[in-house]
């Protein structure tokens, strides 16, 4: 650079920054760090002084464990059916959008409401939904001499009733990156095909579907990693009940830390999380056609 | 009208419709249950009765409000706080090429990628040695952290917005780093400031986990607040949770409303991981 950087020397730039890079290597970094470390020792906060080194014990234990597999098949499961009815719901949301209804950005800026709500109140406003005493769905239910079924209490419509909570949060999620990316697409290619005698539908499935055909997998990949992860709405609407049927992966690991106070083993069980994360996120940006940059 | 123009304007009302029907109801239930008296409360078939305000009077004068207050505090100062740092950041990270940029910036996008559980026992044990659990101090030390790399990313963005030939006349005419960020930087990314503050606070409201496990009495925010009245299914005094869910939210939805425009910007500049 050839003027005198900006007024300042190369050190004020570095002392401008060293702030914020310090505090989160303290805040962020450090304590990451040190979860790894801690996943080598053993240390339950009621019974042991200190953490003991034990290496690799709490791995083998972990791979042996089942409450952690049932978790993470669940948390699976819950990641591929929310993502997989969010992308639909977002895509035909996103198309909506894209064809210029009138008050559009009014309608899409109300759209995103349940997305930027905190997800606790998520979980309250699907709780109170499905609760037996108060609740609208079991009312009409009822109404239309359907059966009783207690929604968050039984496991399979205690999961389901989760997807749901999940859907209606994070469909605008994907509605708002679709419909960024079915804008980018030139309005020439609907109106030549359009002279063609195309019909919509096939506008959509022939043009429009595999233009956004990369951001679909940007968001897929975003969201499914997010719902794998998902705690707060299962604390709220089912505290992982009944029983462990909506015990999820990282409510898995709250149990363990702070029910068990095993905290050594959690360490353990986080930094796989990671480890398997890591490897995901890996393969994820490795996607050919550097289409990841959507 | 021809048939192709009417079909398309059916479609856009189906639309809109249904985009209502989608987003309204659940939440505008919540504000229903938060109004309606306990004694109609599990009378479904009501819909139509006389609101009643006390609850919300109960969370301005007594102890319900504090976590309202609490997550107000926390959350505004912790955004205040991440902006600060960040755009100082935010100044070396987007006017200044230097070799270790790549490297350090991955550290701070790093923490992003991290799974919220990861840095959770940590933090408890360092805030215990710290005397700071159970304090907003506490929280706001916490909140600066999880917020500094987003707002370093949309900052940056900002910031590069601005032409560089302005910075440069300004230094080749002597002007000194500060003044150049006073009169120069600063005027020209209100917008992204404001996105960014909006984000941080906003993210701080929501934020859950964390006040869970570092917070008990004093300095619970306002959604383990929510908690308490919920967990499993043991809920009973659903007007008080419906109560705190409309307040947590309304910050929420006067922010997005007020400043949409800013705030598309700065969200999809800024909180897209990828």
């Known amino acids: ?91 035909a949301a996103a198309a909506f ?72 949060e994070w469909s605008p999620l994907l509605a708002l990156l679709l419909f960024a990316a079915m804008q980018a697409i030139p309005r020439e290619q609907y109106e030549a095909a359009r002279v063609d005698g195309a019909t919509s539908l ?38 992982g009940g009944p029983g462990t049927a909506t015990q999820f992966a990282s409510f898995f690991i709250y149990k363990q830390a702070f029910q068990g106070y095993e905290l ?3 360490s353990a069980v986080i930094t796989c999380l990671l480890a398997l994360l890591a490897v995901a996120y890996g393969a994820y940006l490795r996607q050919p056609r550097g289409s990841v940059r959507g | 009208m021809p048939r192709n123009v009417r079909r398309r304007h059916w479609g856009h009302t189906v639309g809109t419709v249904l985009v209502l029907l989608w987003t309204l109801p659940p939440f505008l239930y919540l504000v229903l249950l938060s109004v309606k008296p306990e004694r109609l409360m599990v009378e479904r078939s009501v819909l139509l009765f006389w609101p009643t305000f006390e609850r919300y009077r109960d969370i301005v004068v007594t102890d319900l409000g504090l976590p309202i207050w609490n997550s107000l505090i926390t959350s505004g100062v912790g955004a205040v706080g991440a902006l600060l740092l960040a755009g100082l950041a935010a100044v070396t990270f987007s006017f200044l090429d230097f070799r270790w940029k790549a490297a350090l910036f991955l550290v701070i996008l790093l923490p992003r990628m991290f799974p919220p559980v990861t840095t ?84 701080n409201w929501n934020e859950f986990l964390f006040p869970l496990i570092v917070t008990s009495f004093n300095a619970k925010t306002g959604a383990v607040a929510i908690m308490s009245f919920a967990g499993g299914y043991k ?40």
């Open chain 1, 97 to 168: 959008f894209d064809s210029k209804p009138p008050g559009r950005n009014f309608l899409l800026g109300l759209f995103l409401l349940p997305m930027i709500m905190a997800p606790v109140v998520v979980g309250t406003v699907w709780s109170a939904l499905f609760d037996q005493t108060v609740g609208p769905v079991p009312y009409l239910l009822e109404l239309l001499h359907g059966p009783r079924i207690a929604w968050l209490a039984t496991p399979l419509s205690a999961f389901f009733g989760l997807v749901a909570a999940d859907v209606w």
């Open chain 1, 264 to 266: 050594g083993y959690a």
């Open chain 2, 120 to 203: 959770l026992i940590p933090i408890q044990l360092m805030l215990k040695d710290l005397d700071l659990i159970d304090t907003r101090t506490g929280l706001i030390v916490l909140f600066i952290g999880f917020q500094i790399p987003l707002a370093i990313w949309v900052l940056r963005t900002f910031f590069d917005e601005i032409p560089r030939e302005l910075a440069e006349s300004a230094a080749i005419d002597g002007a000194s780093l500060w003044s150049i960020v006073r009169h120069i930087i600063l005027p020209l990314s209100r917008t992204g400031l404001l996105a960014a503050f909006i984000l941080a606070f906003i993210f």
């Open chain 1, 1 to 91: 650079m050839g003027w005198a950087l900006l007024g300042g020397g190369r050190t004020t730039f570095v002392l401008l920054a060293a702030p914020a890079i310090l505090y989160v290597l303290a805040w962020r970094i450090g304590p990451a760090l040190y979860t790894l470390w801690l996943s080598l020792h053993q240390y339950n906060l009621v019974y042991d002084a200190q953490p003991q080194w034990v290496l690799f014990k709490n791995y083998t234990l972990l791979f042996q464990d089942a409450g952690l597999w049932d978790a993470l098949r669940r948390s699976i499961a819950f990641a591929l059916i929310a993502t997989g009815v969010e992308l639909i719901v977002g895509m």
């Open chain 2, 235 to 274: 809920k009973l005094q659903w007007g008080s949770l419906a109560v705190l869910g409309v307040v947590m939210t309304m910050p929420v939805i006067i922010f997005v409303v007020a400043f949409r425009a800013t705030l598309i910007r700065g969200f999809t500049a800024g909180a897209l991981k990828g």
């Open chain 1, 202 to 239: 096939q506008l959509f499935w022939r043009l429009t579907l595999p233009q956004v055909a990369g951001m679909t997998a940007v968001a897929a990949g975003l969201r499914l990693m997010d719902a794998f992860l998902e705690l707060d709405k299962v604390f709220v609407m089912t505290g």
